[in-house]
Structure formats: C-alpha cells, structure tokens
C-alpha cells in the first residue's frame, strides 16, 4: 500500500536530493498495522533517494540484532550515518507535524548537521546524556523539541536522543507522567521541561539538571 501520492513523493523527492552521503535506518519492527505503514514508507523513501539505505530487523525474531543496538521496544527507527556520532531514535511513525521535521532530520544525518563547537565539547566531556522527547502528530510544537534532542544525538557519542510518539508508547508516557506535549525528559528523570526551545534554551537546560 502506498503511504505517499504524487504530489509528496515529488516533494520527498526534493527534499532527500540534499543528502550529501548515505543514511541507513535501522528499523525494529513490532507486528501491527502501524508496523505495515513505517515499513512502507521507509521503503518509499529508499525508493526515491539512493542514499537511504534500509536494514530490517524482526525484534522478536532477531534477538540478536536488538542487543546489539539495545533496542527493548518497537517500532524504532534508528538513523546511522557517518555524521550521526551518537544513538538517535524515532520511536513511531513520522506523522502529521512530524512529517517534515523527520525529512529535516534525515537530511541532518546526510551531512547538513552544523552544530555549535562548544556544545559538542561539553557533550563529550559528560559521562552521558539521554534526552527523551514525548510528541503527538497534531502538535505544533513538537518538530521543534525532537528535531534538537536528534540533534544533539548526532552531535556526540555520548548524546542519546529518543523521540517517541507518546500515544503509540502509553507505558513509557506514563512513567514520566506526560500530561502534555512537546515534553523532554534529561537522564530519565534527572530533569525535565515541557514546551519546543531553540536549542541554545534546552542546552541551558541540560546543563542545570546534570548541575542538580
């Protein structure tokens, strides 16, 4: 089943024109219908550019595959390219708003990253950060928040940045009380803010909860 029509897939077209080297999404699947639509559309997106390359993962069937990349949930796409330096995650389908902030993030991971030299230098001298960013597809919001934790994913081997559709992962949701979106979550509690900030705003509050 096609997920895009003519007019997108042009629009796709153009966008991933711009990657300047190869991106491989790394896909865990989880058997729904939800499942049948992202490997749908990743396989449209490989099919109208040559530099998304596609590597699919069963997580139930492929165990070891998952424990390499320590994957416990699913559906995840995870973006490796020779840009991206650290682990980021799309948990979901890229849906409504989020539609086009993932193309931006695939062209990001295709060599358009310029990230700020002194943020990636307090990255890398951390012991670690993991930000988890909550979206829903009607939210305007969103792109924002998950488009700087992929970011700063990208940026540094010890940046891990995992972007969730909150109504497909209601248990993670829960466990970090998300009431409203967008919402991002430092070190799995350590600290946490709601609303889309540039980024220089969410690096400022990442360096208060790794203070606290």
Do not use: W
């Not at 928040?145 to 940046?159: G, T, W």
């Not at 497909?168 to 829960?174: I, S, W």
């Amino acid at each position: 089943m096609a997920m895009l029509d003519e007019n997108a897939k042009k629009e796709v077209s153009k966008r991933l024109n711009g990657l300047k080297s190869a991106v491989t999404i790394v896909y865990f699947d989880r058997k729904s219908q939800l499942n049948e639509d992202i490997k749908a559309l990743l396989s449209e997106f490989a099919g109208l550019s040559g530099n998304i390359k596609l590597e699919m993962h069963d997580m139930e069937k492929d165990r070891a595959a998952a424990e390499k990349y320590g994957v416990e949930l699913a559906p995840v796409m995870i973006l490796k390219s020779a840009h991206v330096k650290g682990d980021a995650r799309f948990y979901g389908i890229p849906s409504g708003h989020e539609f086009a902030a993932f193309l931006e993030i695939l062209k990001m991971a295709g060599g358009e990253l310029k990230g700020d030299e002194g943020m990636r230098k307090f990255f890398d001298s951390t012991s670690g950060i993991k930000l988890e960013v909550f979206t829903t597809p009607t939210c305007p919001h969103c792109p924002a928040s998950a488009y700087v934790a992929l970011k700063f994913a990208m940026m540094s081997p010890k940046v891990k940045g995992y972007v969730y559709e909150a109504t497909e992962f209601p248990d993670v949701a829960r466990k970090y009380q998300v009431m409203s979106v967008p919402k991002t979550v430092i070190n799995e509690g350590r600290g946490e803010f709601v609303g889309g900030y540039a980024e220089d705003l969410v690096f400022l509050q990442i360096k208060k909860a790794l203070s606290g």
